[in-house]
């Protein structure tokens, strides 16, 4: 099987979780489209187990934002494609990957304007970025979003209808079920 780095660039990402931090969800960070690539590398590479372990990972994740995915996704690879990785509860700044003094400047600066930037623009709704980033992926994948007090993705159960959050349901999103 190929790297993660490999996986992401093949998907038209960044291969560095510091360049999506601070960001949260967002739909054009990581979305569908990323997700089916990257499923698809996973089958022909590594067969149905690595990609049942990703579908997983993309499950168990806190949040879709671009960076929590990509530090499930390399902990996924340093397990050899199999199994659960350890959560990430929540994105954090993992630092810099780089000791070139301009990248790190660069970093930094996009940084300071990702947070000088969030109380600009129409205000977002987390859960329902979260939803577009990977709802439709899961719920086309045998997930089913659970509304109860834990709330979260899980597999679904034998003839179980897949739900999507209550926070999201409004939301007109593209779905595999026409909802």
């Keep these: 099987m190929k790297d993660a780095a490999s996986y992401l660039h093949e998907a038209g990402m960044s291969a560095r979780p510091e360049y999506y931090s601070g960001r ?3 739909p054009g960070d990581l979305g569908v489209r990323q ?4 499923l698809g590398y996973m089958k022909r590479d590594g067969g ?6 990703f579908v997983a990972m993309v499950a168990g994740i806190k949040s879709a934002a671009a960076t929590t995915f990509m530090l499930g996704l390399y902990a996924l690879e340093s397990q050899g494609w199999k199994g659960e990785p350890p959560r990430i509860k929540r994105e954090f700044d993992i630092g810099h990957s780089t000791s070139d003094p ?3 400047r660069a ?26 980033c990977r709802g439709a992926f899961l719920l086309a994948n045998g997930y089913t979003f659970d509304n109860g007090k834990r709330g979260g993705w899980r597999k679904l159960k034998d003839g179980e209808r897949p739900t999507r959050p209550r926070v999201a349901s409004k939301h007109n999103y593209d779905s595999p079920y026409g909802e």
């Design 24 to 26: 949260g969800p967002q």
């Design 35 to 38: 997700l089916d690539k990257i």
């Design 48 to 53: 149905d187990e690595a990609a049942e372990a």
């Design 102 to 104: 301009e990248q790190v």
């Design 107 to 132: 970093n930094a600066e996009a940084t300071i304007c990702a947070v000088l930037g969030r109380g600009l623009g129409p205000e977002r709704d987390p859960a329902a970025d979260d939803f577009a």
